[in-house]
């Protein structure tokens, strides 16, 4: 049984290779978001971008991604026809720079047009390579490291995320309406629809209020990963005052609350409001927002806005069986009516699952992206 040798190398290799999932289609948005950060010869990939990072670029990375899912580190690649060869590869890796004896990882393999197709064996095969490497492994107790060994023609990849809890838990979301949307979609939904921080924002529609909070955050300067922990942190070799003064670095950028822009919540679920506002307390941003218990038709923010020259309304609304069933089309009239009311210099962004929605507003809308949605395919339409 030969193999060919691993094309890694002992130590800490910098820089790192880092990989960062994303939701499909928004590839090139986190493309930009990695360039901003600094990192080097980003290459867009279908599903997620590629980038090195030495390790300031990668707590920056954890820190100050909002669209990733995850921020992975590639610890090595190597050909595999073998079975039995990936515990001697895999043990060669260097674990111990990341993880101490007695953690708990979980591994997820896959296999794609190779020789080893079985991905619970090689699952098994990780983990006694990385158990040879480090010693010992809980089997359960802590939130698990996540280990991803991909199998393509050959080739097994073998990647560890740093990040643990996916990216767009932020943290601050305890509380969540009836169909909450992801942080990371609420993001993109504010950058597809060219949302300008500092322009007033207004979500209708806004449930446990994700959209609102992650503009507030956004305007304020506060990074997508501020309030949570990160599994690098617990490494052997993190460099705790290197992470601290790139926090510190970030805490000089951010403004006072209520500084910045005007953001308008409302939504006719008093339960709803009550989670909104938990989350904004939690996430920093309470006295940003101004919250009302209301149907759209009476939303408070209409009488308020009148005399603003522009701003954004930007909500994903019911999607219908999910959330109220039934027939939404008068629904959609008067977000149609009540936008046409607005001074003309305000923007709408609707994140519909179906097309003749939208359409049944009368604006001039035009489709944007498509994004999956716990399941669901929605789209957003832009005015
Ligand atoms: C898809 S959810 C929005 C989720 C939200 N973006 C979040 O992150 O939690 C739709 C919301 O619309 C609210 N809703 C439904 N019909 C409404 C109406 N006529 N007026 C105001 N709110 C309504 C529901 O209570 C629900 O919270």
């Not at 480090?134 to 990849?157: C, H, I, K, T």
């Not at 359409?359 to 992206?369: A, E, F, I, K």
Request: charged fraction near 20%.
């Amino acid at each position: 049984m030969s193999e060919c040798g691993p094309n890694t190398t002992m130590g800490v290799p910098q820089p790192h290779t880092l990989f960062v999932p994303v939701s499909p289609g928004l590839e090139s948005l986190l493309f930009q978001e990695i360039r901003k950060i600094g990192g080097i010869r980003p290459k867009a990939l279908s599903g997620g971008v590629e980038y090195e990072a030495n390790d300031h670029i990668l707590y920056r990375s954890l820190l100050e991604i909002g669209l990733g899912l995850d921020v992975r580190l590639r610890l090595g690649r190597f050909t595999v026809r073998y079975l039995d060869a990936i515990v001697r590869m895999v043990a060669e890796l260097p674990w111990s720079h990341w993880l101490g004896a007695g953690q708990h990882v979980e591994i997820r393999a896959t296999s794609r047009r190779s020789k080893v197709m079985h991905t619970t064996a090689i699952e098994e095969r990780v983990h006694s390579g990385i158990r040879r490497a480090v010693g010992s492994l809980a089997s359960e107790n802590s939130e698990p490291w996540r280990v991803f060994a991909r199998m393509e023609r050959d080739q097994l990849e073998v990647s560890l995320s740093m990040a643990g809890l996916p990216l767009h838990q932020r943290g601050y979301r305890l509380a969540s309406g009836k169909a909450p949307l992801r942080e990371d979609l609420a993001l993109a939904l504010l950058s597809l629809s060219k949302w300008s921080a500092g322009s007033p924002l207004v979500d209708t529609f806004c449930g446990s209020g994700t959209i609102l909070i992650e503009a507030a955050r956004k305007a304020r300067g506060i990074p997508p990963g501020w309030d949570r922990t990160f599994h690098v942190e617990r490494a052997p070799i993190f460099d705790p005052m290197r992470w601290n003064s790139i926090r510190d670095r970030l805490r000089l950028h951010m403004a006072e609350e209520g500084a910045v822009g005007q953001f308008w919540g409302s939504d006719r679920d008093a339960g709803a409001i009550e989670s909104a506002r938990s989350n904004a307390e939690r996430a920093g941003v309470l006295p940003d927002l101004s919250l009302a218990v209301a149907p759209v038709g009476q939303a408070p923010c209409f009488h308020q806005l009148r005399e603003t020259p522009s701003g954004w309304w930007i909500s994903n609304p019911p999607y219908g069986d999910r959330v109220r069933g039934g027939n939404l089309r008068p629904l959609f009239q008067t977000i149609g009516r009540l936008f046409t009311e607005l001074p003309p210099g305000f923007h709408l962004g609707l994140l519909v699952e179906d097309a003749a929605l939208a359409h049944n507003t009368g604006v001039s809308l035009q489709s944007q992206l498509m994004l999956d949605h716990g399941g669901k395919k929605v789209r957003l339409y832009c005015s």
